[in-house]
Each structure stands twice: as C-alpha cells, then as structure tokens.
C-alpha cells in the first residue's frame, strides 16, 4: 500500500512561484510513474507533470512547459512539482498521484494525494 501526502501551495500573485511536495509512504519502485494533476472546470484530472520513478524521464502539457519542473528525491520519497510565472489559469487544485502497475503513465492511476487547493490572483 501507498500513501500520498501533498504539503506546500497557497495563495500567490500571479507572475510568482510556489512548491507542491508530495511524501510516499510504502515503496516506489523504480520505472514506475508518478506525477501531479489537476483539476480544471470540466471536473477530470488533466495530468500536466510525470516522471518515471528513478529514471528521470519526464513529460509535461504543453500549458506549463518552461514554467513548471516536477523533480524527485528517491531517498526521502519525495516529489515535488516547482511553479514558476504562476497565471490566473493555474489557478486549480492539484494533486500527486503514483500509479504501481504496468509501466505507463496512462490511466488508471492508483494512488492519489489528498488535493492540494492554489490560488492566483491578479
């Protein structure tokens, strides 16, 4: 079993930063996918970062290349998503989420944090 904690967010203004962490209780294997979502109007977890577990390879929606970084410190079981020149339209909940089977990113992911709720305002 796996747990996800999300930590970090908050309310900024728009052009500034903030940092999601996301702590893993239970083993990741290596290969595996991990990343982060988020929830737009639409109400269906679009993924905008993933990473495979380990491995370094990443992938990122087009909408935040160049302004988002989703990074991973395997000895604290930890990732992290960094956002950079933060827009109104960032302005979602986002959650991490780990997926233990079958080497893919695709859905279904398994596990998911709680959601973490970030704001940016004009």
């Known amino acids: 079993q796996v747990q996800l904690v999300e930590s970090g967010g908050g309310s900024v203004q728009s052009g500034w930063s903030l940092i999601l962490s996301c702590v893993a209780s239970g083993y990741i294997a290596n290969g595996t996918c991990m990343g982060w979502?988020?929830?737009p109007p639409w109400y269906e977890r679009e993924g905008i970062a993933l990473t495979y577990s380990g491995i370094g390879?990443?992938w990122y929606r087009d909408s935040v290349k160049g302004r988002f970084t989703i990074a991973q410190d395997t000895a604290k079981n930890t990732m992290f998503l960094q956002m950079r020149s933060l827009k109104q339209e960032d302005n979602e909940e986002y959650y991490c989420?780990?997926?233990?089977?079958?080497?893919?990113?695709?859905?279904?992911?398994?596990?998911w944090g709680q959601g973490n709720q970030d704001t940016v305002y004009s």
């Open positions: 979502f988020r929830m």
């Open positions: 390879r990443t």
């Open positions: 989420a780990y997926k233990a089977y079958g080497g893919d990113c695709n859905h279904p992911f398994g596990y």
